[in-house]
């Protein structure tokens, strides 16, 4: 028996119920929240005011914390740490990997006698506000050489410390840039895109009269997964590896009847929530929604919407606090995104807007029309005009296998209004009048009020969505940062608004204008760039042949490769829109990381389908064809006369056989002419060559397993990857 069919003979050690640990019951959820956070709260409490409120200053991105205020801070946070337990701290940054980095150090130091005395605990400020790790190892794009191996950490004040391992860790949010100060991770970028953000916006709503010191990015993340068996996933060397299964036939039943589609929550998976859910909140993580999404075995998790900023780090702890608990509960949680082909992948919906430090929402409609009007005028001109970089920001090997398909946004980047807001963009083009009334929804049913409609539809097939008061940048993976996709989306923006105020400020001149006034001398700017921005806009079925043909038309780039929309990064106008967020050089490390990483994922799953195929499927495959050969040679000494059908079976499987193992001889063929090519030759040969030539393979590969002998087949299949939970 091999360990597949063990494995799944092995009833209880598959389909166990796991039992939650320590879940908090819900009149508790309020108090656990940010218990773990060295938050505003305890801040207050443990310094003097002054320097309190120098602290909330520089979290708030008012000013820099002065430097003889450093020691207080961190002995404070210290003093914290250690009273909950911890015993060492970590700079906690973002490379530019898609994971986090982390270095821990113990609280201790050598006393006053020095090393002939005792130790002490301790945390300086000089230790908070600079960390030294090895920079040579982390992808870098040649800003930095294994020979210049300095990259500092620092602090990042507006992200609140907090405690990691069962609390053992205090980590310290920080960025990570290198000895001549380029930006090495993304969080600086993203930082940074926002400062730009906050000076378009200030000039936005002081032409608009609202009041408002500080303008922000907000973003909620709609993270999707899949969790699966562990002892399932351990057999399985692809989803280990490379988180994908690079062979796997499509199962008899998928999500074909919908029926897992915001279905009951099984109580091995509800049990995973909840223990996820409550480590997550101890952290300050605003969880607030999960579901079965569409396929089987796949969920989501969505937050409360925050500052860009937090939301970003709060979506990579939220990762790996998922992938860390499914292990407790015997299963893996799968972030690829498309883990099986066949079967609907995962994306994380972005839904970003911009906010002020006084509460309101930049992109809601009602908030002030002018304002709204000219930021959503701003929105659609960037959209239009830097399509191939928001298409570049999302772009991976992984995330190529789900965009498209039915299932995600398509390569062709549209942005989808709503029939009502389309409508009013088309009039203010054509200096039309349009009626606002709302829409009353009536069931026909005597006990349920009438409801008011939303002012649109949604539009799953979009790709840049807006869905009442935000936008929903639904193409986004689920295993990626969001924090490239939204540094691009703040930086076009923020390009685009300034663009159109400065034309406004000419049409107003010396005037001072309010209310009406300004709306009309606005008006003639905001329908130029309306009309420029006009063929970005479409509210119909992005997936259908005829939107592709007519974007074609009106001049919408359609990438499908991501490897293709990598050099947007090395264009002349994203080098203008990126001025203040990345330089030419940091724009320039950024194109050669992402086709270094599209390479390297390729690369691992060539050598992950030459590995599985030549050590187990092909071995499997031969074992049945000689079972085969046997049985027929047996009746036919028996003395049975053997009839076509029987000896057409064993010709199938070998012709099969000699199918799979010339399309894989292909593969590794042009594979290994790869070998002496520098990372973005070998992504484009990877790109155009090696990916049709690993479809064949798996094409091959997966009819086999549809007629092997199932006692045989080597892998976990997808019934059993998908169904047993």
Same mark, same amino acid.
């Given at each position: 028996?091999?360990?597949?069919?063990?494995?799944?003979?092995?009833?209880?050690?598959?389909?166990?119920?796991?039992?939650?640990?320590?879940?908090?019951?819900?009149?508790?959820?309020?108090?656990?929240?940010?218990?773990?956070?060295?938050?505003?709260?305890?801040?207050?409490?443990?310094?003097?005011?002054?320097?309190?409120?120098?602290?909330?200053?520089?979290?708030?991105?008012?000013?820099?914390?002065?430097?003889?205020?450093?020691?207080?801070?961190?002995?404070?946070?210290?003093?914290?740490?250690?009273?909950?337990?911890?015993?060492?701290?970590?700079?906690?940054?973002?490379?530019?990997?898609?994971?986090?980095?982390?270095?821990?150090?113990?609280?201790?130091?050598?006393?006053?006698?020095?090393?002939?005395?005792?130790?002490?605990?301790?945390?300086?400020?000089?230790?908070?506000?600079?960390?030294?790790?090895?920079?040579?190892?982390?992808?870098?794009?040649?800003?930095?050489?294994?020979?210049?191996?300095?990259?500092?950490?620092?602090?990042?004040?507006?992200?609140?410390?907090?405690?990691?391992?069962?609390?053992?860790?205090?980590?310290?949010?920080?960025?990570?840039?290198?000895?001549?100060?380029?930006?090495?991770?993304?969080?600086?970028?993203?930082?940074?895109?926002?400062?730009?953000?906050?000076?378009?916006?200030?000039?936005?709503?002081?032409?608009?009269?609202?009041?408002?010191?500080?303008?922000?990015?907000?973003?909620?993340?709609?993270?999707?997964?899949?969790?699966?068996?562990?002892?399932?996933?351990?057999?399985?060397?692809?989803?280990?590896?490379?988180?994908?299964?690079?062979?796997?036939?499509?199962?008899?039943?998928?999500?074909?009847?919908?029926?897992?589609?915001?279905?009951?929550?099984?109580?091995?998976?509800?049990?995973?929530?909840?223990?996820?859910?409550?480590?997550?909140?101890?952290?300050?993580?605003?969880?607030?929604?999960?579901?079965?999404?569409?396929?089987?075995?796949?969920?989501?998790?969505?937050?409360?919407?925050?500052?860009?900023?937090?939301?970003?780090?709060?979506?990579?702890?939220?990762?790996?606090?998922?992938?860390?608990?499914?292990?407790?509960?015997?299963?893996?949680?799968?972030?690829?995104?498309?883990?099986?082909?066949?079967?609907?992948?995962?994306?994380?919906?972005?839904?970003?807007?911009?906010?002020?430090?006084?509460?309101?929402?930049?992109?809601?409609?009602?908030?002030?029309?002018?304002?709204?009007?000219?930021?959503?005028?701003?929105?659609?001109?960037?959209?239009?005009?830097?399509?191939?970089?928001?298409?570049?920001?999302?772009?991976?090997?992984?995330?190529?296998?789900?965009?498209?398909?039915?299932?995600?946004?398509?390569?062709?980047?549209?942005?989808?209004?709503?029939?009502?807001?389309?409508?009013?963009?088309?009039?203010?083009?054509?200096?039309?009048?349009?009626?606002?009334?709302?829409?009353?929804?009536?069931?026909?049913?005597?006990?349920?009020?009438?409801?008011?409609?939303?002012?649109?539809?949604?539009?799953?097939?979009?790709?840049?969505?807006?869905?009442?008061?935000?936008?929903?940048?639904?193409?986004?993976?689920?295993?990626?940062?969001?924090?490239?996709?939204?540094?691009?989306?703040?930086?076009?923006?923020?390009?685009?608004?300034?663009?159109?105020?400065?034309?406004?400020?000419?049409?107003?001149?010396?005037?001072?204008?309010?209310?009406? &006034?300004?709306? %009309?001398? *606005?008006?003639?700017? +905001?329908?130029?760039?309306? $009309? !420029?921005?006009?063929?970005? @806009?479409?509210? /119909?079925?992005?997936?259908?042949?005829?939107?592709?043909?007519?974007?074609?038309?009106?001049?919408?780039?359609?990438?499908?490769?991501?490897?293709?929309?990598?050099?947007?990064?090395?264009?002349?106008?994203?080098?203008?829109?990126?001025?203040?967020?990345?330089?030419?050089?940091?724009?320039?490390?950024?194109?050669?990381?992402?086709?270094?990483?599209?390479?390297?994922?390729?690369?691992?799953?060539?050598?992950?389908?030459?590995?599985?195929?030549?050590?187990?499927?092909?071995?499997?495959?031969?074992?049945?064809?000689?079972?085969?050969?046997?049985?027929?040679?047996?009746?036919?000494?028996?003395?049975?006369?053997?009839?076509?059908?029987?000896?057409?079976?064993?010709?199938?499987?070998? &012709?099969?056989? %000699?199918? *799979?193992?010339?399309? +894989?001889?292909?593969?590794? $063929? !042009?594979?290994?002419?790869? @070998?002496?090519? /520098?990372?973005?030759?070998?992504?484009?040969?990877?790109?155009?060559?090696?990916?049709?030539?690993?479809?064949?393979?798996?094409?091959?590969?997966?009819?086999?397993?549809?007629?092997?002998?199932?006692?045989?087949?080597?892998?976990?299949?997808?019934?059993?990857?998908?169904?047993?939970?």
């Amino acid at each position: 028996m091999n360990a597949r069919l063990e494995t799944l003979t092995n009833r209880e050690k598959v389909q166990r119920r796991s039992e939650s640990s320590g879940t908090a019951q819900p009149f508790e959820r309020p108090n656990l929240f940010g218990c773990r956070v060295f938050h505003q709260g305890i801040m207050e409490a443990m310094l003097p005011k002054k320097i309190f409120q120098n602290l909330m200053g520089a979290i708030e991105g008012r000013e820099k914390i002065l430097p003889e205020h450093a020691d207080l801070v961190a002995n404070a946070m210290k003093e914290w740490a250690i009273r909950e337990g911890a015993t060492h701290y970590s700079h906690w940054f973002q490379p530019l990997t898609h994971l986090t980095a982390e270095k821990h150090d113990a609280f201790l130091s050598w006393g006053d006698r020095g090393e002939n005395g005792s130790v002490i605990e301790s945390l300086r400020g000089s230790d908070l506000f600079r960390g030294e790790p090895d920079a040579s190892s982390f992808p870098s794009g040649g800003l930095r050489a294994t020979h210049q191996a300095r990259g500092y950490t620092a602090w990042d004040p507006s992200s609140f410390p907090f405690l990691w391992e069962s609390g053992k860790t205090l980590f310290i949010p920080s960025v990570f840039f290198s000895w001549k100060g380029e930006a090495l991770d993304h969080k600086i970028p993203l930082l940074r895109s926002d400062e730009k953000l906050n000076a378009a916006g200030l000039r936005l709503t002081k032409l608009c009269g609202l009041s408002a010191e500080r303008i922000y990015s907000t973003l909620g993340a709609e993270q999707e997964y899949f969790a699966v068996d562990r002892e399932l996933y351990l057999l399985r060397p692809d989803l280990m590896l490379s988180g994908r299964t690079v062979f796997g036939a499509r199962p008899p039943k998928g999500q074909e009847l919908e029926d897992h589609y915001f279905g009951a929550v099984k109580d091995r998976i509800l049990a995973f929530m909840e223990d996820f859910e409550t480590e997550a909140l101890s952290l300050g993580i605003p969880v607030k929604t999960r579901h079965n999404e569409v396929a089987p075995a796949q969920h989501e998790v969505s937050p409360l919407f925050e500052k860009a900023a937090a939301a970003v780090d709060h979506n990579l702890l939220l990762m790996e606090i998922m992938r860390q608990t499914a292990h407790k509960h015997g299963l893996a949680c799968l972030l690829h995104e498309k883990p099986f082909a066949f079967i609907s992948g995962s994306g994380k919906h972005n839904n970003w807007s911009i906010a002020t430090d006084t509460g309101l929402n930049l992109l809601s409609p009602k908030e002030n029309s002018l304002c709204f009007v000219i930021l959503l005028t701003a929105v659609l001109r960037a959209v239009h005009e830097h399509a191939g970089l928001l298409r570049a920001s999302i772009g991976s090997a992984g995330n190529d296998h789900r965009l498209g398909g039915s299932e995600a946004p398509p390569t062709i980047l549209s942005v989808y209004l709503g029939e009502a807001l389309e409508k009013f963009v088309e009039s203010l083009i054509q200096e039309k009048e349009l009626s606002k009334k709302s829409r009353w929804i009536d069931l026909g049913l005597s006990h349920i009020p009438h409801h008011e409609a939303d002012a649109s539809d949604r539009n799953r097939t979009s790709f840049f969505a807006f869905t009442g008061n935000k936008f929903e940048f639904r193409a986004v993976g689920s295993s990626a940062n969001c924090s490239f996709p939204i540094t691009v989306i703040n930086s076009i923006v923020a390009d685009s608004l300034q663009l159109i105020l400065d034309e406004i400020a000419d049409a107003v001149g010396d005037r001072h204008l309010e209310n009406d &006034a300004l709306f %009309e001398a *606005a008006l003639p700017v +905001v329908r130029k760039f309306l $009309k !420029i921005a006009q063929p970005v @806009l479409f509210c /119909g079925n992005n997936y259908s042949a005829e939107w592709e043909q007519e974007a074609a038309s009106r001049g919408l780039p359609n990438i499908r490769k991501s490897f293709h929309a990598f050099s947007q990064l090395l264009e002349k106008r994203t080098a203008q829109v990126f001025q203040g967020v990345l330089n030419e050089q940091e724009l320039h490390s950024r194109y050669e990381i992402l086709a270094e990483q599209y390479a390297k994922t390729m690369q691992i799953e060539t050598n992950l389908m030459s590995e599985l195929f030549r050590t187990q499927i092909l071995p499997a495959s031969i074992q049945d064809q000689k079972n085969r050969a046997q049985s027929l040679a047996a009746l036919k000494e028996l003395g049975f006369k053997l009839e076509p059908h029987q000896t057409e079976s064993l010709q199938t499987m070998t &012709a099969r056989i %000699e199918q *799979a193992i010339a399309a +894989v001889d292909e593969m590794e $063929k !042009i594979q290994k002419q790869t @070998l002496d090519l /520098g990372w973005e030759a070998k992504a484009k040969v990877f790109c155009e060559l090696v990916a049709p030539k690993m479809e064949q393979a798996r094409k091959s590969v997966d009819l086999l397993e549809q007629i092997i002998d199932n006692s045989l087949w080597p892998l976990p299949k997808y019934r059993e990857l998908l169904f047993l939970i």
